[in-house]
C-alpha cells in the first residue's frame, strides 16, 4: 500500500468501511453539478455518522493537508459542492446525520442535524403544529447545512427572510478538528462578534455545519393565492407595492412571471395549465397567509384584486377556490426552471437588484442580450418581493446547444454589468461556488476580497475546506 492509499485508509477506518465509498461507480453521483456545468475527481467519499467523527475526518485532513469537500443534498447550481477535477479532494457527506434533535414549542425552536432534508424539517415543525417557512423547488433532497452554506432563500423570504434569518444557532466543526457549539436559542445576544454569521452563506470554505437551532412560527389559519395576468412589469411594482399596504406582513409571496415561462410549463410540465383564458405579457402570483382565518386572507385578496382592477394593474386575475388549486398556481411558477431543458440550451443568473428597479433592470438587460444574441428566449421570473430574479435565457430555436453554452461567460458579462449597475448583487440565493468565484472577486472592491482572504486564512491556514470555491487566496 503506498503513502496515498495509507492515508485515504486512515480516513476510512474513522468512519469504518460500510460507510466510505472507494469504488468509481458509487462515487460518481457525488462527482457532477445538476446542470452539467461542472464534473469533478474523487478518490473517497467519507459518511460520518456524529460531529466527532466529522471533527476527527477534518483534524486528520489538516494536519495532512487533503482537501475536504463538505456535501449536503447535491442541489446546488453554481458547483459549490463538486471536488476538482485534477486533485485528491475527499468528499464528506451529511446524508447520515438527519436527525431533528428538538422541537421547542415554547422556545418556538426546531434543533437539527446539518444533514437533515429540509422536507423533513418541515414535517417536523407541521407535527407541533408550527412552520418551518424555508421552501424551495429542491426541498425534498437539500439538506439544512447546505441551506445555511448558501443562505438559501425560496419563495418565502419576503415575510419570512432567508436562513441567516431564521437561524439562532449553529455547531460547526472547523478545520483544525475543534467543534464550536454555538447552539444558542437567543434572540438577543450582542456578546462580542457573530460568529454564526460568518459561517452562513460561506459554502463551507470555513467549517462544516452539523447542527443548527432554527426558528419556527405559527402555522397560518388563513390562506390565499390569486394569479393575475399584467401588462408590464411596471404595472407588477404597482401592485406589489399596494399589496404590501392592504396586507402588511400577511403577504407571504409575490412571484413575478413572463407569458413565456407560462407557454414553456403548460407545454412541458404534465398536469399544469394555463389558469387564465387569455395570455398577458406579464403575470403576478400573489400568496397572503393570516394568522386568524381563512375568511380574512379571502377578504384581504378579495380587496387587493378590486382595487387593482379598478387602477388598471390587472387585466384578469383568478382567485384560487380550493387548497389544490393553490398548489396547482405554485406548481407552475416552481416548475418554470424545470420546463425550460426541454427547450434546449439555458444560459442562467441568478441575480438581485433593488425593487423599485426591477422594471428598468428587465429593460435594459432585455435589450442587450437580444443585441448579442437575436432570437434568445428570455425568461425571467422570481421574487419580486426581494428582488430576487432568475434571469434564464433559452437558446434560439433551431440554434446548436453547444454553441448557445459556450457564451456563457460572455452573456453572463452583459447581464451581471447591467445588474452592478442597478446596485444588486450577481448572486442572490444560489451561492458563488466555482461559477461565480471569479467574477465576484474581479468586481468586488479591493477591500472586501482583502478581508474575505483575511477570514478564510484566519479559519482555514492549511487551505483545506471546499479549495477552489468563492475565494482562493494565495
Not at 446542470?35 to 467519499?45: C, E, F, I, Q, T
Not at 469537500?69 to 468528499?91: F, I, K
Not at 437539527?112 to 415543525?125: E, F, M, S
Request: with cysteine; hydrophobic share 45%; glycine share 10%.
Amino acid at each position: 500500500m503506498d503513502s496515498a492509499d495509507a492515508l485515504l485508509q486512515r480516513f476510512v477506518d474513522i468512519v469504518g468501511p460500510a460507510h466510505a465509498l472507494t469504488a468509481a461507480v458509487d462515487i460518481e453521483p457525488y462527482l457532477v453539478e445538476g446542470r452539467g456545468l461542472y464534473h469533478g475527481a474523487s478518490p473517497l467519499v467519507l459518511k460520518p455518522g456524529s460531529t466527532e467523527e466529522v471533527a476527527a475526518i477534518l483534524k486528520l485532513a489538516s494536519a495532512t493537508g487533503t482537501p475536504i469537500v463538505p456535501a449536503g443534498g447535491r442541489t446546488g447550481l453554481v458547483g459549490g459542492q463538486v471536488p476538482r477535477q485534477e486533485s485528491r479532494d475527499v468528499v464528506l457527506s451529511l446524508e447520515r446525520m438527519n436527525r431533528v434533535r428538538e422541537v421547542d414549542t415554547v422556545g418556538d425552536v426546531i434543533v437539527v442535524d446539518g444533514g437533515c432534508i429540509l422536507a423533513d424539517v418541515q414535517k417536523a415543525a407541521e407535527a407541533h403544529e408550527r412552520l418551518f417557512p424555508l421552501s424551495l423547488g429542491s426541498e425534498g433532497s437539500c439538506r439544512i447545512g447546505g441551506n445555511l452554506s448558501t443562505n438559501a432563500g425560496g419563495t418565502a423570504v419576503l415575510a419570512y427572510g432567508n436562513m441567516r434569518q431564521l437561524c439562532l444557532g449553529l455547531e460547526v466543526v472547523l478545520p483544525t478538528g475543534e467543534i464550536w457549539d454555538g447552539l444558542r436559542r437567543l434572540k438577543k445576544d450582542n456578546s462580542g462578534y457573530d460568529l454564526r454569521d460568518l459561517f452562513i452563506g460561506a459554502e463551507g470554505t470555513l467549517g462544516v455545519i452539523t447542527g443548527a437551532v432554527l426558528k419556527l412560527f405559527p402555522r397560518p389559519r388563513g390562506r390565499q393565492v390569486a394569479f393575475a395576468g399584467l401588462k408590464s412589469p411596471a404595472d407588477a411594482l404597482a401592485l406589489f407595492e399596494r399589496a404590501s399596504l392592504l396586507c402588511g406582513t400577511a403577504l407571504t409571496g409575490f412571484e413575478l412571471m413572463p407569458r413565456i415561462g407560462v407557454e414553456f410549463t403548460t407545454r412541458h410540465i404534465p398536469g399544469v395549465r394555463d389558469p387564465l383564458d387569455t395570455a398577458h405579457d406579464w403575470y403576478a402570483l400573489i400568496d397572503i397567509s393570516t394568522s386568524d382565518s381563512a375568511e380574512t386572507a379571502e377578504a384581504m385578496i378579495a380587496a387587493l384584486m378590486e382595487q387593482a382592477f379598478e387602477a388598471d394593474l390587472v387585466q384578469d386575475a383568478v382567485i384560487a377556490a380550493s387548497l389544490t388549486q393553490q398548489d396547482a398556481l405554485w406548481h407552475m411558477r416552481e416548475s418554470m426552471s424545470e420546463a425550460q431543458k426541454p427547450e434546449g440550451g439555458s444560459i442562467k443568473h441568478d441575480v438581485s437588484v433593488p425593487v423599485a428597479r426591477i422594471p428598468q433592470f428587465l429593460e435594459e438587460a432585455g435589450a442587450a442580450v437580444l443585441a448579442a444574441m437575436p432570437g434568445a428566449r428570455i425568461c425571467a421570473f422570481g421574487h419580486l418581493g426581494d428582488g430576487n430574479i432568475h434571469y434564464n435565457i433559452s437558446q434560439p430555436v433551431g440554434a446548436d446547444k453547444a454553441a448557445f453554452i459556450a457564451r456563457w461567460r460572455e452573456i453572463n458579462a452583459i447581464v451581471h454589468a447591467i445588474v452592478r449597475k442597478a446596485g444588486g448583487s450577481i448572486s442572490a440565493e444560489h451561492g458563488v461556488g466555482q461559477l461565480k468565484r471569479d467574477e465576484l472577486i474581479a468586481t468586488r472592491p479591493e477591500i472586501e476580497t482583502e478581508l474575505m482572504n483575511r477570514i478564510k486564512l484566519a479559519f482555514d491556514p492549511a487551505g483545506i475546506m471546499n479549495p477552489g470555491k468563492m475565494i482562493s487566496p494565495q
